[in-house]
């Protein structure tokens, strides 16, 4: 039996693929323009397939870019960052949760109004701090100050605070304690939410610019948006099919991320509006 979309299904329909194209023609053009010839891309008029389909500008990027070795740095700077971010924002949020304090309802109000601040208003002291503590051009100076997300805690907060009780007061009874119940009940309970904070944090840190270009000068410690900005600005000059070819290897990653984890990042979103987030 054909199924029939009603007038306001049809607009919403073509409203997404509409806006799918949009958001999906920079990346088709970013990919056939790698793919092109070097002489071609600045032809005119513009084409979007060159007269061959050549690999030569993947070739010398991965030759000559230094990618490898910031795509190594990325990767361990922003599993780190993802970890600790989730762990601590966790804990965090489950002590307001769970726990009553002096200072409890001041100490919740200046995280929310951390959510509030730009974080560009917090680069100056945030780098002289860097530069006090002697961690400049080193991994430390970009992942520590990434790990404070009040955004996630205030998240997280209000996902615990819908967590029924009852299950951690049997646990309880049974002896554990508070640690060990938030590791063994908690925690598994909150694997959609986790899941989704996870990867959005992974996909900000990845990519992140401003704050790793501050902190990182050494080749060696550079992040891969950093060192592609690099890349566009000195070693390849106007070679665009191999600009382009190092947008769409930098792009991997993520794309590689969401293909494999998107059922928990719709069930997380899905999960936290459930719970009234």
């Keep these: 039996m054909t199924k029939r979309f009603s007038f306001s299904q049809l607009v919403l329909l073509v409203v997404a693929l509409a806006l799918a194209v949009v958001w999906l023609a920079p990346i088709a053009w970013a990919i056939a323009t790698s793919l092109k010839p ?23 990027v991965l030759d000559t870019g230094g990618i490898v070795k910031w795509a190594i740095n990325s990767t361990v700077t922003t599993v780190i960052v993802t970890f600790l971010t989730v762990l601590f924002s966790a804990m ?4 307001f949760a769970r726990t009553q304090f002096r200072g409890q309802r001041a100490l919740l109000a200046l995280i929310l109004a951390g959510i509030m601040v730009p974080p560009h208003v917090l680069i ?4 002289a701090e860097m530069v006090a503590l002697g961690l400049v051009d080193t ?7 990434q790990v404070a997300a009040p955004l996630i805690v205030y998240v997280l907060f209000k996902f615990f ?27 598994p309970l ?16 990845w990519n992140n610019f401003l704050w790793p270009f501050l902190v990182s ?26 600009i382009m070819a190092s947008v769409v290897l ?28």
């Excluded at 991994?139 to 100050?145: E, F």
């Excluded at 899941?195 to 992974?202: E, G, K, L, P, R």
Aim: hydrophobic content about 50%.
């Design 217 to 242: 000068t050494d080749p060696n410690t550079m992040t891969l948006p950093v060192g592609l900005a690099n890349v566009v600005q000195g070693t390849f000059g106007l070679r665009y099919a191999q």
């Design 124 to 127: 100056a002291p945030l780098f």
């Design 190 to 205: 909150s694997r959609p939410v986790l899941a989704a904070v996870s990867i959005f944090t992974f996909i900000t840190t």
């Design 161 to 187: 605070q819908d967590v029924p009780p009852e299950l951690e007061q049997a646990a309880f009874v049974d002896g554990a304690g508070r640690w060990r119940v938030f590791f063994t009940i908690v925690l």
């Design 38 to 60: 070097e002489t071609e891309t600045t032809k005119v008029p513009l084409q979007w397939f060159g007269s061959e389909i050549t690999l030569d500008s993947y070739r010398l």
């Design 250 to 277: 930098a792009g991997l990653p993520l794309l590689v991320v969401f293909v494999l984890f998107q059922r928990q990042i719709v069930r997380g979103v899905a999960h936290t509006g459930l719970a009234g987030q």
């Design 139 to 145: 991994w430390w100076a970009i992942i520590l100050p």
């Design 92 to 95: 965090a949020a489950y002590g």
